[in-house]
């Protein structure tokens, strides 16, 4: 009896995007060989969307993805086995057994981010190989939101997979004693990728809202795998609070909106609320960290209706906290804007006046902001003539140059 | 096993005169016997500066001769170690413990083809 099938290359696609990196893990950790494993994931995907479009989804697709890419390696190691190949017959010995549905369920998913993330390998190469590897992204995906020629960032990927092969990087949790500071550079690259998006360092456009999006995947996909870490718990919680005010921060023309003159009624509730629960979590925890403390900021935010009610006292006592456990100019600055809202634009000043931050725009549009405040329109037009010129992002470029002429006026 | 060469950069000419070779050597020595009595040790040694180096190359069958070293630079080999190591991370713990003992020189990690591992 044949059956009418609903399920199109679309519904294909998603479960693509969901399981590929389960699928890519389990086959990693049983074959040892990553361009294997995504050879033949990629293979059970292509014999997947014909046979499902026609016979309905199975009912576990990631164990028909997992069970159908095994054979295929089986198969293919069998045969290069035959042809008298000693390495391809060890690993088809080891790949060999029945696959348990233990194995199937089990998720290798985190050894793969570990392996993925691990410091002998440039950040570069650790940010592409988490989207490829973890996030399902295609290497002509990773090259456009990156800006690269598809063939650099093939080379990228290539040469890191081979480095992973060849040196023999590990697929393993690190040890506890490791952990904190491994964790930080897993932490870093899904903020990065984050990052990129949300403020994308080159080209026109101010957001890249695929690049948002699979950073805050990624963030899910660590909490699911870490539940009891905090600071990944805060970094979900303060990719989701940044999130919320996406839309709110690029006006209708493309033009960047500041926090304090955004339409607070577009910022996305829904983020809001998860991003803030999380944030109450880690409260709970009492092992404050970096990504934790930046999310409570983000938090305070969002509790206000409209800007004159932000709890600016509340947000720097959090940056004080900030700069003890993770000095760095950067944090310093923000810092600055928070202390000129409760002590006003002159005490600021004195702090960003000592800030070795010279090649950094914000620290020069700032600057100019609170010489503006200060009334000081020349000093202030000078600040916002250096930022323009450091910003690289175009949007920013006209945010700041808007700013610049409206001193003109004044004067 | 996996074999890991450890190569040990160091900046060309006489060593700093408040060094104490003697403790230095003392430590790679002691180390050694760490990575013997855990069964990670291959081969190790240092080597005489680099203006000793001898280049040879060989075009159309003739060979060639010159005084080395083959890499311009202000920093060369020094020695090396080559350690049996179960991966990557465990040949780096190798290396962090010879440039602790070599500070604030540079060690560079580097993986064998698996045919030399015997």
Known sequence: MSQESNVSTADTERVFREEYGRAVAVLVRRFGDIDVAEEAVQDAFATAVQRWTSDGLPPSPAGWIITTARNRIIDRLRREASRDDRHAQATWMRGRDELDEEEIVSDERLRLIFTCCHPALALTSQVALTLRLLGGLTTEEIARAFLVPEATMAQRLGRAKGKIRDARIPYRVPQAADLPARLRAVLAVVYLVFNEGYTASSGERLVREDLCAEAIRLGRQLRELMPDEPEVMGLLALMLLIESRRTARVSVGGDLVLLVHQDRSRWNRALIREGQALVRRCLARREPGPYQLQAAINAVHSDAATAVETDWSQILTLYNQLLAIAPSPIVALNRAVAVAEVDGPLTALGLVDDLDLDRYYLFHAIRADLLQRLGRMTEAAGAFDVAISRAENAAERAFLRSRRSGIDVAN | ?118
């Open chain 2, 1 to 118: 096993m996996k074999q890991y060469l450890l190569s040990i950069y160091q900046p060309d000419g006489p060593p700093p005169a408040d060094l104490d070779l003697t403790a230095i050597m003392r430590d790679v020595h002691a180390l050694r016997d760490d990575m013997k009595s855990a069964g990670a040790w291959v081969f190790s040694g240092g080597l005489h500066p680099a203006s000793t180096a001898t280049v040879v190359q060989v075009k159309d069958g003739e060979s060639l001769i010159t005084d080395g070293p083959f890499t311009e630079g202000k920093e060369h080999l020094g020695g090396f170690t080559i350690v049996k190591a179960a991966d990557l991370d465990a040949a780096l713990e190798w290396a962090r413990k010879l440039a602790t003992v070599l500070t604030p020189l540079s060690i560079e990690v580097r993986p064998f083809h698996d045919e030399s591992t015997h």
